[in-house]
């Protein structure tokens, strides 16, 4: 495994403003050399903070968001309203303008460059996450950006939480994930973890075929799965281990790096 670049801050606050920068850095380079930019973004705890940083002036005027595609690494098999929603969080903090908004409100992404997994019409139509899933497998062929020769889209930026039990995306340890053949999957509710719903998941192999992957992971909670990245490459077992590459910068407070090998 080659490496990825590890960024340890001081706190919470300091990573979600390195993580924007990160970000707007990428999409950059990407409408540069492509016209467009493809960003994955994710759900949990980590994106809300990061949102807030894009929406400010000095960091939203630098990308051009009307060349930007928004897609997810999974979403929870909710309503796009549902306080569970990882599309609600975007929507809210990074997408909405709200009156009195300093620098402009909400990034202006167009509507049809801003791509929510189905939940919302599985749910009306009473289907399930595997229907959302081939749905949202049919958006990408449409909509997503280039393949590489394995089929795989080639996103311009995966971000990524973890979670405490060392999963990235909607993929636990010992997920059947990676036995599936398709892009995106349905995952059942996990019985571990919260929150306790089912998912879909894009399949963690995305990560190998993007251009950058952006781990960012903050607080205690996660330290002892991120020393546990580094004690072997067994990525069913621990799959932020598939994280671990050439292409990724892992952002982390100090608590979260508490455990990381050292020199
Ligand atoms: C989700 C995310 C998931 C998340 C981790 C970390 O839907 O929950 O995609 O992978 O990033 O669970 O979440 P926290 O940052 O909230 O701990």
């Known amino acids: 495994m080659t490496e990825p670049t590890i960024v340890t801050l001081a706190d919470a606050e300091a990573c979600s403003l390195a993580a924007a920068e990160r970000i707007v850095e990428a999409l950059e380079v990407a409408i540069d050399d492509r016209g467009e930019a493809h960003w994955v973004t994710t759900g949990g705890s980590a994106p809300g903070p990061i949102y807030v940083h894009l929406r400010e002036p000095g960091l939203r005027d630098e990308v051009d968001w009307r060349r930007v ?11 796009p309203d549902h306080a569970l929603s990882n599309a609600k969080i975007a929507d809210e903090l990074l997408l909405t303008h709200r009156a009195g908004d300093p620098g ?23 289907h399930g996450p595997d229907w959302a899933a081939a749905r949202y497998v049919e958006a990408l062929q449409a909509d997503g950006p280039d393949t590489n020769d394995d089929g795989w889209p080639v996103f311009d930026l995966i971000l990524l939480g973890l979670g405490p039990d060392g999963h ?77 590459l050439g292409t990724a910068t892992w952002i982390l407070d100090e608590a979260a790096a508490a455990d990381l090998p050292r020199g």
Do not use: C, Q, Y
Request: charged letters at 20%.
């Open 69 to 79: 595609h928004l897609w997810w690494t999974d979403e929870r098999f909710v309503p």
């Open 104 to 126: 402009g409100g909400g990034l202006p992404i167009p509507i049809d460059n801003v791509h929510p997994i189905a939940t919302s019409m599985a749910i009306a139509e009473g």
């Open 168 to 244: 990235i995306l909607s993929v636990f340890p010992g997920s059947a994930v990676w036995d599936a053949d398709a892009l995106v999957v349905p995952v059942p509710a996990p019985t571990h973890v919260e929150p306790h719903v089912e998912r879909v998941t894009m399949h963690p192999r995305v990560l190998a075929a993007a251009r950058r992957v952006l781990v960012i992971t903050t607080g205690g909670s996660k330290a002892a799965s991120l020393g546990r990245a580094w004690t072997g490459d067994d990525v069913r077992e621990l799959p932020v281990r598939a994280a671990r």
